[in-house]
């Protein structure tokens, strides 16, 4: 259920394209002109594509919500129980003109639950927490980072330190992911919300989008920023040293080639070690037209400092 106002609050289902610049479903200048027209009093139109989800949702919503209650409850251990909670209203961050609708509040009571992480590695729980149910049923993978950002923002607005995304895939799959509150992250929605409100109060538009360029996902929320950070330093510094060590290795072999042509040899042994430096010779080959080669693809792996 929305308990939001398009022209007074930014709604947490939106904030993904805020942050992100585009999600599957809109741009933040999309979601900018939402806001303008509700509040000049234009009616939104409601797409088709946009009522199927809605009236999927809707309809399944139910269903789902008591089947990821169940599921979280089975989990608990003794004297631990999951209690599912209705919300009766959003959760709202006036300051920043931000509110959350929850599919349902969970309440973890009696003690701690540790809940499997479809993506690896389990989050243990308590207390008040966030549930989201998605019905992509096109979609097999984790959830995507906008519904990420979703829950994040539903913790933020609710105060909670914990939430789960209910997913239901292809073939009736339905999984439990579920997020600890990642406070780096919610700095960033924080920011960007703060943005957007200032583009919509002076009627400043976002610059458009270069479909043109691949995505760039910003990872500066992650814990493991600082890990990641090193890593890059040690790539770039062993990516430094393999043309130095390349250019020493060759300066090695025309050594040992000298000692072999002193001593007029192909092979000879020193120590524990077997110098080889033979001549290779080919048979002629007739002149051959290439074959046509089919298209192939691969990816490219670099690191750029960007300034």
């Keep these: 259920m929305k308990w939001s106002n398009d022209a007074d609050e930014l709604g947490a289902s939106k904030v993904g394209a805020i942050v992100m610049g585009e999600t599957p479903f809109q741009t933040n200048e999309a979601v900018r002109q939402i806001v303008l027209n509700a509040k000049a009093g234009v009616k939104a139109i409601d797409d088709g594509l946009y009522k199927d989800a809605r009236d999927r949702g809707n309809y399944l ?15 608990c251990p003794d004297n631990v129980a999951c209690n599912y909670n209705p919300p009766t209203d959003a959760h709202r961050k006036p300051d920043l003109r931000l509110c959350a609708s929850l599919d349902g509040i969970l309440e973890v009571v009696g003690g701690e639950l540790t809940i499997p992480n479809p993506q690896g590695g389990d989050i243990t729980v308590t207390g008040f ?10 979609d097999d993978g984790p959830p995507r980072a906008d519904q990420v950002i979703q829950l994040q923002t539903q913790m933020f607005c609710a105060d909670f330190t914990w939430g789960v ?49 691949p995505d760039t996902i910003p990872l500066d929320h992650l814990e493991t920023k600082d890990d990641v950070i090193q890593i890059i330093t040690d790539y770039n510094k062993c990516k430094a040293e393999e043309k130095s060590w390349k250019l020493q290795k060759e300066k090695c072999q025309e050594a040992l080639e000298l000692v072999l042509d002193q001593v007029d040899a192909e092979y000879a042994t020193i120590g524990n070690y077997k110098i080889s430096h033979p001549i290779v010779k080919r048979k002629a080959q007739p002149e051959k037209i290439i074959p046509a080669k089919p298209s192939t693809e691969h990816r490219r792996f670099t690191v750029e400092e960007i300034n």
Excluded: H
């Excluded at 995304?165 to 700095?187: C, M, Q, S, T, W």
């Design 129 to 138: 927490g966030a549930l989201e149910i998605k019905t992509d049923g096109w």
């Design 61 to 75: 919503e139910p269903a789902l919500t008591e089947w990821a209650s169940d599921k979280l409850d089975n989990l």
């Design 165 to 213: 995304i209910a997913k239901l895939g292809p073939k009736l799959k339905f999984e439990l992911y579920p997020y600890v509150r990642n406070e780096k992250l919610i700095d960033i929605i924080m920011e960007k919300v703060n943005d957007f409100w200032v583009r919509v109060d002076l009627d400043q538009p976002y610059p458009p989008i270069d479909n043109g360029k």
